[in-house]
DNA sequence: CGTGGTCTTGACCATTTGGTCAAAAAGAAA
DNA sequence: TTTCTTTTTGACCAAATGGTCAAGACCACG
C-alpha cells in the first residue's frame, strides 16, 4: 500500500497550484487539448518543476477527477429519508444549480469525461456511483410507495436533476447565446426548476 | 462566392466516407485528441489520400459541424403553431429523444464542441440558433397567452428539452453504469420524459 | 489506343509535445 | 558556517502529428 508520505509546505502549496492550473485548462481544453507548457504557465512554474510535483500529465489529470467524484456526488448524500420528499428533492436541485454556479469548471472536465466514455473513471461509475444512486433511487421508491411522490421512475428522476441542473454549467455557451447577454440564465434556472419539479413530484 | 465545381462520384463517395471516419473519430476522442492517422485508417484512406479531399484537420470538423447544426434544428423547426400545444411539444421531445437513439455520435460531437466553448461555430450560434429559438419561444408563450399551456419560462423550457433528451446520448456511458446492464435507457426516458412533460405543460 | 485529367501513395519535413537529466539554487538543520 | 535535502530550471530528446510533394496508378473519352 501507498505509503504516503507527509507533504512538506511548499509541497501542499505548488500541488493545489498545479491542480488548479490543470483544472482550469482541463476543462477549457480538454484532455489531449491541454498540453503542460500550457498547465505550466497557468501555474506559474516551470515545466520540469510542474512534473516534480506530478509524474505525468495523465496523473495530474486523474488526480483532478478522482477528488471530483467525491464532491460531486455530495448532493445526492444529503438527500435524507427523514426529510419532507418533495422539499427534499427540490432542496437537492438548488444545490446542484448551485454547484453550476460555483464550479462551473470542475463540471465540464467531468462532462468531458463522460462524453469520450470515462475512460479514465470506469472504475468509480460502476462501484460508487452506481451504489449510491441504487441506494437514493430506493429511498425514493419507498417514499413513492408510501404516496408521498408522484410515481415516476426514481433513476430517471435523479438522471433528470443531473441533466437539467449541470446543462447550465456544461452548456453556458450555448444558453448565453440564446438568452443574449441581459439575462441571468442561472437565476432564472431556479425559478424555472423550481417549477418543474413541484409540478412533477407532486403526488 | 464559391462556385462549387460539381464533384465526380469518386469525391463524393469518398468526402462522404471521410466524413463519416471523422465523425466516428472526433465524437470519441475529441478534437485535439483524433489524429488524421486515425481518421484514414478508420476511412480506409492513405493519409495523403484524405488531405486531397480536405485541406486540412480543421476544415473537416467544421464541415461536419455545419452539416449538423442544421440537423440539429430541424426538431425545433417543426413544431407547428397550428397544433395542439401539449402536443406539439411532446412530439418535439420525442423527435429529440429519436435523434439520442439514431445520432449519438453527433449529439457527441456537437456536446463536446460547446463544452469548449464553441470556438469554431460561435457564429450559427448567436446568429442561427437564437432567431430559431427566439421566434418558437413567441410560439409558446403565445400559447400560454391563449391559456393552453402552463407559463413556464419558453426558453428554459427549450432549455430543459435539449439537456433531458440528449442527456442520454451524451452521457450514455454514465446512464448504462448506473442502470446497469439490464435496461434500456431510451425506451424508459420516453415514458418518463412524456410523463415529466405532461405534468409540466398542463395548464 | 493515347492522352489529359483524376486519384493515390511512399517518403519526407517542421513543429509540437510529453518527459528526462544534470546541475544550480534555495531551504533546513547543525 | 557547513552540510544535507528539497526545489527549480535550461538544455535536450524521442515520438507523435499535421501537412507537403513528386511520382506513379487509374480512368474517361476522343
Redesign the pocket.
Known sequence: MATTKPL????EK?RALVLDAALEVFSREGFRG????AIAREAG?????L??YF????EIHITLLEGLVDTWLDPLRALDEDGDPQEELRAYVRRKLQMSRDFPRESRLFAQEIVQGAPRIERGLSTDLKTLVDAKASVIARWQKAGRLAPVDPHHLIFSIWSLTQHYADFEVQVRAVLGPDRDPLTEAEAFLDTLFTRLLAP
Request: positive net charge.
Open positions: 512538506t509546505r511548499i509541497q505548488n491541454a498540453t503542460l507548457d512554474l516551470s515545466k520540469p518543476n512534473l516534480y509524474p505525468s500529465k495523465e
